[in-house]
């Protein structure tokens, strides 16, 4: 079972990775634009109803690089905070 | 797989909010519990709700395809802290998300935390343990956890977008848009998530035994 599984296993990595480095049209016409967004963009298309905008407008100058930047700030800050407390060397010392 | 407001039935995002409501009190009162109960499941929380927010929002660019999308995050933390508790994170983080980066929905919170805190959390969850009790190392049952919890989440996504949309699109359409660049990504994801348990069993092995993960060596 354990080979069987770690076979398919294999096939399975080698068809994401042909899938990875092969051109698949899914419609995109942006550079990068977002799977979500192509839902949305086909939900426009065909029933008209466009994707709501966000209840603070973070569009409006440098508003929604503030927020990435501060988004980013804070979970980049609370990952490295816990990653000390679990795995830096004072936590092998404690716990030992 | 963040469905956006007003794409949905109303029927069906009341629906969505109601099964997921059940999940995530039950994950709440789990936290609670194994909080008081394991003095590591509060920074083990802290490091996967801030990483479940970061991930699920992160668009990776694929080279080949020329799209980009997010990995989900939740079959990582539902292997480590408990698919109930990894329901309330995705909720918090899939709530922010709509809020501020209009990344899905208000009123389909409900349906997005049911694809990717529900599904994705438990299908990830329940194949981490039976890859296990197959004899599979952590890293490889934590990778195929990964990746089919990650592509389910979309599967799932599809499901719901087709059965309670606006338009009664087929199943295949949001598939065909969704898992060609998912696909790949899911391999990614899987790779993070058996990386990050074979780090983790590597650096602290303590922490996968305190939190029932894994047995200790003899």
């Not at chain 2, 629906?15 to 083990?44: C, D, H, T």
């Not at chain 2, 970061?54 to 539902?78: D, Q």
């Not at chain 2, 209009?102 to 299908?123: D, E, K, P, Q, R």
Request: proline share 4%.
């Amino acid at each position: 079972m354990k080979s069987w599984v770690n076979s398919w296993g294999k096939i399975i990595v080698l068809v994401v990775l042909v899938l990875l480095f092969t051109p698949i049209s899914v419609s995109a016409d942006e550079k990068w634009l977002g799977t979500d967004d192509l839902v949305d963009k086909k939900m426009n298309e065909i029933t008209g109803v466009s994707a709501k905008e966000p209840l603070i407008d973070i569009s409006q100058g440098n508003l929604g690089l503030f927020l990435f930047t501060i988004g980013g700030f804070t979970a980049g800050t609370m990952v490295g905070y816990q990653w000390r407390v679990m795995f830096g060397e004072s936590a092998g010392k404690k716990n030992d | 797989m963040h469905i956006q407001d007003g794409f949905m039935i109303g029927k069906w995002a009341v629906g969505w909010y109601g099964v997921s409501a059940v999940f995530a009190a039950k994950g709440i009162y789990e936290i609670k519990k194994r909080s008081r109960e394991n003095q590591m499941f509060k920074p083990l929380l802290g490091l996967f709700s801030a990483a479940v927010f970061f991930i699920s929002i992160l668009p990776v660019p694929l080279p080949g395809l020329g799209t980009s999308s997010h990995a989900a995050g939740t079959p990582m933390a539902a292997i480590l802290a408990g698919p109930f508790a990894a329901t309330v994170l995705s909720m918090i983080a899939l709530l922010l998300q709509a809020a501020l980066f209009a990344h899905g929905g208000i009123t389909t919170l409900g349906a997005n935390t049911f694809s990717m805190g529900v599904v994705g959390s438990f299908l990830g969850y329940g194949l981490f343990k039976l890859g296990r009790k197959l004899g599979l190392s952590l890293g490889v049952a934590a990778c195929i956890a990964g990746i089919f919890g990650d592509l389910a989440v979309y599967v799932t996504s599809s499901f719901q977008l087709a059965y309670g949309g606006i338009h009664k699109l087929s199943v295949l359409t949001f598939l065909g848009v969704y898992m060609p660049t998912q696909l790949p990504l899911s391999l990614v994801e899987g790779l993070v998530t058996g990386g990050m348990v074979t780090y983790i069993a590597r650096v602290r092995p303590d922490i996968l035994v305190n939190l029932g993960i894994d047995k200790a060596q003899k």
